[in-house]
């Protein structure tokens, strides 16, 4: 069941010509996690920007839950549908942690004991526990977007998007950013929208990918079925995870048969020691 949707929207920034979005339709799924793949460019920002009301199309609509979004009061909307941008330092804003996550609780009419205990609990979730009195400026990259997650999941939003969750911050840091995203969506049934250029993490998170290219969804589909399509991902300047890549090198030039390409280790692991006999 579709939780949102975009229909034929167009976008183009003022002061220029060519549209940042152009005649586009996506549909998001209920408790999915959906990865917007593209190269810098391709529209995917934009189009987060319109999935949660920032910006509105020149034309077609986007809707929630059946509704355009225009209709909802933008307090309900925003604590429905809540982005972290990929920059924290555009997000955060107040003096220390605990004050910028309260905003969202008190902003919709919780008392300051009420909102400190929501700030808590969210704090906690991300891996920030005790850090509510620290000062937003002392955070590392990380910690601040671990806090700006935290200020949105304080609002318990239906739909989480992520602009580039994993950009500016360590390879393992990155990973367990996903993984807690991970078990926010299996534990809560949130429906999660991310945008990257990381093909490789969509291999390991992603239920379903979504390939931009010049404002327009070019590819669409689970994510096996789309991150092995070389020629889509090429054709929008992307390329294969790098396992698949090694699969397919092995299948065209040392002839290896295959009929799928793995995508991750597990899957390598699985694909090379059904190739060797399951030789120990």
């Given amino acids: 069941?579709?939780?949102?949707?975009?229909?034929?929207?167009?976008?183009?920034?003022?002061?220029?010509?060519?549209?940042?979005?152009?005649?586009?339709?996506?549909?998001?799924?209920?408790?999915e996690i959906l990865f917007l793949l593209g190269v810098n460019g391709s529209g995917k920002t934009t189009l987060l920007h319109h999935l949660n009301g920032l910006l509105r199309p020149g034309s077609g609509a986007v809707s929630l839950h059946g509704m355009l979004l225009g209709r909802y009061r933008e307090k309900d909307l925003f604590s429905k549908v809540g982005l972290v941008f990929q920059d924290p330092n555009d997000q955060l804003f107040a003096p220390t942690v605990e004050e910028d996550v309260m905003y969202g609780p008190r902003n919709l009419g919780e008392d300051g004991e009420k909102a400190r205990e929501m700030?808590?609990?969210?704090?906690?979730?991300?891996?920030?526990?005790?850090?509510?009195?620290?000062?937003?400026?002392?955070?590392?990259?990380?910690?601040?977007?671990?806090a700006a997650l935290a200020g949105i999941l304080v609002m318990d939003p239906e739909v989480l998007l992520l602009d580039e969750p994993t950009a500016g911050i360590d390879p393992i840091g990155a990973v367990r950013i996903m993984e807690l995203v991970r078990?926010?969506?299996?534990?809560?049934?949130?429906?999660?929208?991310?945008?990257?250029?990381?093909?490789?993490?969509?291999?390991?998170?992603?239920?379903?990918?979504?390939?931009?290219?010049?404002?327009?969804?070019?590819?669409?589909?689970?994510?096996?079925e789309v991150l092995s399509d070389a020629a889509a991902m090429r054709k929008a300047g992307l390329r294969l995870p790098r396992i698949a890549h090694l699969a397919e090198i092995l299948r065209d030039k040392d002839d290896v048969d295959t009929e799928t390409l793995p995508l991750t280790i597990g899957q390598a692991r699985k694909w090379i020691k059904d190739r060797l006999g399951n030789k120990r």
Avoid: W
Avoid at 2 to 29: C, K
Avoid at 122 to 140: H, K, M, Q
């Fill in 1 to 31: 069941m579709s939780i949102l949707t975009a229909q034929d929207i167009t976008y183009t920034y003022p002061g220029t010509n060519v549209p940042a979005l152009d005649r586009l339709t996506l549909t998001v799924e209920t408790g």
């Fill in 119 to 146: 700030a808590a609990e969210a704090l906690a979730t991300v891996g920030l526990a005790g850090f509510g009195p620290r000062e937003v400026r002392t955070l590392s990259y990380g910690q601040k977007k671990r």
């Fill in 183 to 224: 078990a926010l969506n299996e534990s809560k049934q949130l429906t999660v929208v991310v945008t990257t250029h990381d093909v490789d993490l969509a291999a390991v998170f992603a239920h379903r990918v979504c390939v931009l290219d010049k404002g327009q969804v070019v590819r669409t589909g689970p994510a096996a």
